[in-house]
């Protein structure tokens, strides 16, 4: 008896929200048509129904006995159970089916699909200028607007934007205002969120979550898990995530979302590094099926540029998913970092350039899939450093030296990031006592050179 368990006032707390609650007995299949037929018909208030069954009913040995939840009957009860149920036993004839073809047969009569994801207008780019001061979150939520306006006329495009009382943050404010009828508020309840939403994008349509990378990760992973065991096509947009969060403390400071998703098989992370390759990510992340997590921070970030002095991600870039950039050409060193971090590794370049030093730098935006030319690449200088904002154990350096090994493309590696949880301050100072700043990039690789 769940009163033995936990007990529970659930009438009284679904009627205090509003609800209108209808006992039933769960065993009696009367009541149950004529309680979804009046809750069909009902349009003055939502219906809950509480139906009250009994576990293992019908079996008298049975009812009531929580051991029977995880373990069949012996095959001397079998044929007093189905008695008890006006059941005839024929088991022998399931078993002999179970290893014949009929099980093959099955199989290939209801062969298990996939959805088709629908075509989707990228629309037009959004190119931020070197002035611009603008943070990723904020990219992602112009893109996002963008993409919805490309597919107004689109009948194959079908989105839900949800959100859990984050939109000013997570920027989809935008969104809400333009399409309230695509937007959809969750409130706190983030389990409910990541479930509804990785249901909503198995089907013909996309499931599109914005929040906080400690709530959108870390607190729902079962939910993405069981959203990659059922092939669903999520568009989870993270922001506040690493210490680049900063003041928010250890408990808010997302630095296993990489090491989280890559325990699964098919979630791909990706990190842009600024708001135009942001822009970029978000419209490709739109159009292409699978589950995907975009990962960015809280803090404005500078335009990446390139050696002209032009943004690097601007006119004429073209986004590959699975390949590096480099960003800068150089010789022994190669420096690697990724999203929050791009801009620090960048001071640390020109501060290495200013004294003498030309080193090599890469951006790697997509962790999931790194792909075999770029390691080969990075196997040809005396030492690669990795620069992360992510738990070193399980975060980018630790992808990119696995994916070393595996191909036998192997040079020294050394990994800059999360060592330890973070405490409360600003970013700069976070990072300067993890090592993670500019300077303690250029120490490191004066030791090598």
């Known amino acids: 008896d769940i009163a033995d368990v936990l007990p529970q006032n659930i009438v009284e707390e679904w009627k205090a929200d509003g609800w209108q609650v209808i006992e039933i007995d769960g065993h009696d299949f009367d009541e149950i048509y004529d309680v979804f037929y009046k809750a069909a018909h009902n349009e003055d208030a939502p219906i809950m129904i509480l139906a009250n069954t009994v576990m ?23 044929t007093e159970a189905l008695a008890e149920l006006g059941m005839k036993n024929d088991l022998e004839k399931y078993q002999q089916m179970r290893t014949s073809e009929f099980a093959k047969q099955l199989a290939e009569k209801y062969p298990f699909r996939k959805t088709v994801y629908p075509s ?11 002035d611009a001061k603008s943070d990723n979150r904020s990219a992602f939520g112009n893109a996002l607007v963008s993409v919805a306006d490309a597919n107004a006329e689109n009948k194959e495009f079908h989105f839900g934007v949800f959100d859990c009382d984050l ?23 983030e389990h409910s969120t990541a479930t509804t939403v990785g249901s909503l994008s198995a089907e013909n349509a996309i499931g599109i979550w ?13 939910q993405a898990r069981l959203s990659d065991i059922n092939h669903a096509n999520v568009k989870l947009f993270c922001t506040h995530c690493g210490i680049n ?82 960003i800068r050409s150089g010789e022994k060193i190669a420096l690697v970092s990724s999203g929050n971090m791009l801009f620090a590794a960048m001071e640390a ?53 696995d994916a070393m090994v595996s191909s036998g493309n192997i040079t020294s590696l050394t990994k800059l990031g999360v060592t330890k949880f973070g405490s409360s301050g600003k970013p700069a100072d976070l990072y300067k006592i993890l090592g993670m700043d500019a300077d303690s990039v250029v120490k490191k690789i004066k030791e090598f050179l």
């Open 245 to 326: 969060v900063g003041e928010d403390g250890m408990t808010h400071q997302s630095i296993d979302y990489f090491g989280l998703l890559n325990s699964t098989f098919g979630w791909k992370v990706i990190t842009p590094a600024d708001p135009n390759q942001t822009d970029k990510i978000v419209r490709y992340v739109l159009a292409t099926g699978g589950n995907f997590a975009v990962i960015m921070g809280r803090s404005v970030l500078p335009i990446i540029r390139n050696d002209e002095g032009k943004p690097y991600f601007g006119e004429g870039y073209e986004y590959r998913y699975g390949r590096m950039e480099k």
């Open 120 to 130: 989707v207008d990228k629309g037009e780019n959004i190119i931020y200028g070197l």
């Open 210 to 222: 914005a929040d906080f990378g400690m709530f959108a990760v870390a607190e729902t992973y079962n």
């Open 167 to 189: 939109a000013g943050s997570v920027k989809t404010a935008g969104l809400k205002k333009k399409y309230p009828q695509n937007f959809f508020q969750f409130g706190i309840t």
């Open 56 to 78: 293992g009913k019908g079996v008298s040995f049975m009812e009531n006995k929580c051991g029977f939840h995880g373990a069949p009957v012996k095959p001397d009860q079998l």
């Open 349 to 401: 370049y020109e501060k290495l350039k200013a004294d003498g030093l030309n080193i090599s730098l890469y951006s790697v935006s997509d962790w999931s899939d790194l792909h075999l030319d770029d390691i080969k690449d990075l196997s040809t200088y005396s030492n690669v450093v990795v620069l992360e904002d992510h738990n070193v154990k399980t975060g980018l350096g630790t992808a990119i030296a």
